[in-house]
């Protein structure tokens, strides 16, 4: 069975410096998606980036990239100029299957941004 | 607005009663799931939807039950079965997976509480 694992239970980072977050995974699968979902103290999760495993080159959005290891399993999120609206638990997910949109969850990473 | 809505956003609830948690969407999206939110364990799969009228069970669906009558709506029945539903449930939905980039679109939770 696929498996999702966060291993940094909580960070924190100050604000405007950089952190990343660690993220491994366990498939047999060759094509895959991978997430970041932020959830903030208000409960809604949202996603924050998305990775497609056929695609070699890392995703990026504005302040938030990934660094994707396909060979290695690995899909960390690095978070630039840290702000203090990026205070949230963030979540690692892969989807299971593209047929059924199953997506399986790390057990989430707290970052904590400090001022 | 486009979303999805739950409710209640809190719930109390003594041991041996069943309770239902609503999740309605105006997405139009096809597949609809239920995730639960548990310290330290990431968010677990309960049951998932990709079509009206059928349903299939995730990794924890003992103890809980789901019915789409609809498109727009999901609802979750906690039963006297669950032995632990002290919990947080979100709901999420995806548009027909096959088109879709794999991205799940969160309701704001429900917390139950079992007293």
């Known amino acids: 069975a696929q498996t999702v694992t966060q291993s940094q239970p909580e960070m924190s980072v100050q604000e405007a410096e950089t952190v990343t977050l660690s993220c491994t995974y366990d498939t047999s699968e060759n094509n895959y998606y991978l997430f970041w979902y932020k959830q903030p103290p208000s409960r809604q999760m949202i996603l924050v980036i998305r990775q497609e495993a056929y695609k070699q080159q890392n995703a990026t959005e504005n302040r938030f990239s990934v660094n994707f290891q396909k060979a290695a399993k690995s899909f960390s999120l690095k978070i630039s100029d840290s702000q203090l609206g990026d205070t949230a638990m963030y979540f690692c997910a892969f989807l299971e299957a593209l047929n059924t949109g199953k997506l399986i969850f790390g057990q989430g990473t707290t970052l904590q941004v400090k001022p | 607005d486009g979303g999805i809505t739950q409710s209640p956003k809190y719930l109390f609830r003594k041991e041996g009663q069943n309770v239902t948690l609503s999740c309605e969407q105006n997405l139009n999206h096809d597949a609809m799931y239920w995730y639960r939110q548990d310290p330290g364990q990431g968010l677990r799969l309960i049951y998932y939807?990709?079509?009206?009228?059928?349903?299939q069970k995730g990794d924890i669906a003992e103890g809980y039950s789901v019915s789409r009558e609809k498109k727009e709506s999901f609802p979750l029945t906690v039963t006297s079965a669950q032995k632990n539903p002290t919990a947080f449930y979100l709901c999420?939905?995806?548009?027909?997976?096959?088109?879709?980039?794999?991205?799940?679109?969160f309701g704001e939770g429900s917390r139950l509480t079992v007293l």
């Open positions: 939807s990709q079509i009206v009228n059928d349903f």
């Open positions: 999420a939905s995806s548009p027909w997976v096959r088109d879709g980039t794999g991205e799940l679109f």
